[in-house]
């Protein structure tokens, strides 16, 4: 089989970032462990678009502040553009790899990773507590092959796709010829 059959594609890096200590450590992870793949990434921290606010450290410290100071009317508007940026990305993927806690609730990546089951795009769960933790209704949402322990069991699965030695459930990767990507 040919390899590279992931290169171009395009694959949102879903995760918590406002209750977590280093949100980019996974996602730099990821990005250098398949950078060899051609798979074009799109992380949060570094949106693609135009006029993107990057969700930094001091990004996360400015919105702690204003729900902190009631400034709740600031906050709604920013969140809103975060938002509608972050589900226009996961629209324009073609896969996901999202990174969650059983113990800490994270609604955007909920959002994001349950938007794009909807689409029916092929999701890479990494449960940071193991598949034993994962909460019960992840299990009535996505397929069971679809829920890891660890990233770099992650990491493994798409090499092995991309290389052509595991293959595609093509019910949900519905990815282009490599010559309309």
């Given at each position: ?5 992931l290169?171009?594609t395009?694959?949102y ?8 200590n280093a949100p980019?450590y996974?996602r730099?992870?990821?990005k250098?462990?398949?950078k060899d ?7 949060p ?6 006029d993107?606010v990057?969700?930094d450290k ?7 502040k204003?729900?902190?100071?009631g ?6 508007k920013?969140m809103r553009k975060i938002?509608?940026e972050?589900l226009s990305?996961?629209d ?5 790899i999202a990174s ?8 955007g990546?909920?959002?994001e990773v349950?938007?794009?089951?909807r689409m ?18 992840i299990f009535g949402?996505l397929?069971d092959?679809?829920i890891?322990?660890?990233l770099?069991d992650v990491?493994a699965?798409i090499?092995?796709?991309d290389?052509?030695?595991?293959s595609m459930?093509?019910s949900?990767?519905?990815i282009f010829?490599e010559?309309?990507r």
């Amino acid at each position: 089989m040919s390899k590279h059959l992931l290169r171009r594609t395009k694959c949102y890096l879903a995760g918590n970032i406002e209750n977590s200590n280093a949100p980019n450590y996974w996602r730099d992870v990821v990005k250098n462990e398949l950078k060899d793949t051609g798979i074009v990434f799109f992380d949060p921290l570094k949106k693609p678009f135009l006029d993107s606010v990057n969700e930094d450290k001091e990004h996360i410290a400015r919105l702690i502040k204003l729900r902190a100071e009631g400034g709740y009317k600031d906050l709604a508007k920013i969140m809103r553009k975060i938002r509608v940026e972050d589900l226009s990305l996961v629209d324009r993927s073609d896969f996901l790899i999202a990174s969650i806690s059983a113990r800490t609730a994270s609604w955007g990546t909920a959002e994001e990773v349950f938007w794009a089951n909807r689409m029916k795009k092929p999701i890479f769960l990494v449960v940071a507590e193991g598949r034993k933790a994962c909460p019960f209704w992840i299990f009535g949402t996505l397929p069971d092959d679809q829920i890891y322990d660890n990233l770099e069991d992650v990491v493994a699965d798409i090499k092995k796709l991309d290389a052509g030695e595991k293959s595609m459930d093509l019910s949900r990767w519905k990815i282009f010829r490599e010559e309309y990507r």
